[in-house]
């Protein structure tokens, strides 16, 4: 079994689960790009998030180097939309990728954006097929990867939106 089998399967499940949750909910997000002085409207939303979900999808059961580039791209856009809340200083108390959970940029978020990114140009690198595949390929290991990726997308999901408020918590305000 490839070594980025499971790393790939976070990456892609992540992208896919934050796509699936703006497309139900836009609102957050919108208010986020707003924020930001970018136009947006839950239909603009909705389309982007679909292909999101989408591609997060084709990456779990396709793979291939232009779909994991574009994971990638993805999640350097990301990054780099956290990077610009942060340089502006703008109050934005989520980006909507988690749903409605108070989610405020931090650098945390950058970091974890940047990996996610390794991650996919990894599996754009060689190649990587759809790492569903591979999991079909050997159903005993496959079984407990499916488990432990689905542990590390609950982690990263704790990291992005429960560990910055923790640090946040646990530091003097010095607005």
């Known amino acids: 079994m490839p070594a980025l089998t499971g790393p790939a399967l976070v990456a892609a ?6 796509g699936g949750q703006k497309l139900v909910d836009p609102t957050m997000t919108v208010g986020a790009l707003r924020a930001l002085r970018v136009p947006a409207s839950p239909t ?10 989408a ?3 084709l ?8 779909t994991w580039v574009l994971v990638a791209i993805s999640y350097l856009a990301f990054g ?15 980006c909507g990728c988690f ?8 650098p945390l978020h950058v970091g974890l954006d940047l990996a996610l990114a390794a991650v996919a140009l990894a599996c754009a690198a060689v190649a990587s097929g759809s790492p569903l ?4 390929e050997h159903p005993g290991e496959g079984a407990v990867l499916v488990a432990l990726a689905a542990l590390g997308v609950w982690l990263l999901h704790a990291a992005f939106v429960d560990l910055p408020r923790a640090l946040a918590a646990g530091s003097p305000v010095t607005r």
């Open 55 to 57: 591609l997060g999808v």
């Open 99 to 106: 749903g409605r959970e108070e989610t405020p940029p931090h």
């Open 133 to 136: 595949h591979v999991v079909v």
């Open 44 to 53: 603009v939303v909705r389309i982007g998030s679909a292909a999101e979900l």
């Open 59 to 66: 990456a779990l059961a396709v793979g291939g180097r232009l």
């Open 80 to 94: 780099a939309f956290v990077v610009a809340a942060l340089r502006a200083d703008t109050m934005i108390g989520t």
């Open 13 to 18: 499940a992540l992208l896919a689960l934050a």
